[in-house]
């Protein structure tokens, strides 16, 4: 099946500082990428959906102020979480939309970020 | 909202066949899948139900599904110790996709 890589799979960060997370299809185009949060013992939270070459689509209640997505190409969204805090620390997963396969979301392996 | 949700322990004896089942609320769902997590990891995708057929079967998995119920469901056929993990299901329409709280399962040797 495709597949979607995320670097780095975790990362301990001061507060206050900003994190970049990468998320990428290796082997298929995705014009569509998703960002999800995912809290201990919890479900996946859909935070926001990346369209290539547009401006992210944020769910309610999530600041795109503090989550800066950005979707430069059709194999590669970031998301930054800008001046993180302890409230921040969770592991975040992101996936992609294979439209040449039934809309079939391929996920990545999740990035796990502490902020101490 | 529409919801999806999970019962969320099952515990099964290695060799016995494990049946999770997950119900959701959106008659208009498209797909349904089954993603399977292990700790520390993203999920991974098991197989996916499209909304007209009522099973699919692959390998040891038999996924049933009733629409009429709303009603999903994933056996896992001779569960091994190393099919322990948290399940998800998760329904898929007009480009919104709700997962269910996951199930998390425990194959005892």
């Known amino acids: 099946g495709a597949v979607v890589s995320q670097h780095p799979s975790w990362v301990i960060c001061k507060s206050g500082t900003s994190v970049k997370i990468e998320c990428r299809s290796l082997?298929?185009?995705?014009?569509?990428m998703f960002w999800y949060r995912q809290f201990p013992k919890q479900s996946l939270m859909l935070m926001a959906t990346?369209?290539?070459?547009?401006?992210?689509?944020?769910e309610q209640g999530v600041e795109k102020d503090k989550f800066l997505i950005n979707h430069a190409s059709l194999t590669l969204s970031t998301l930054t979480v800008t001046s993180a805090h302890p409230e921040d620390s969770s592991f975040y997963i992101c996936?992609?939309?294979?439209?040449?396969?039934?809309?079939?979301?391929?996920f990545g392996p999740g990035t796990r970020l502490t902020v101490l | 909202g529409e919801d999806v949700e999970q019962s969320l322990f099952l515990s099964v004896r290695e060799g016995d066949s494990s049946v999770i089942n997950c119900t959701y609320t959106d008659s208009s769902s498209t797909y349904l899948y089954w993603y399977k997590q292990e700790p520390g990891a993203g999920l991974q995708l098991l197989t996916y139900?499209?909304?007209?057929?009522d099973m699919k079967q692959d390998q040891r998995l038999t996924v049933l599904l009733n629409k009429k119920d709303k009603h999903l469901s994933l056996r896992i056929a001779d569960t091994q110790t190393g099919d322990s993990a948290i399940y998800f299901c998760a329904d898929y329409n007009n480009n919104d996709m709700r997962f269910g709280a996951g199930t998390r399962l425990t194959v005892k040797p």
């Open positions: 990346s369209n290539e070459g547009s401006k992210a689509t944020y």
């Open positions: 139900i499209f909304s007209n057929m």
């Open positions: 082997d298929f185009q995705a014009t569509t």
């Open positions: 996936s992609a939309r294979d439209t040449g396969s039934y809309n079939e979301q391929f």
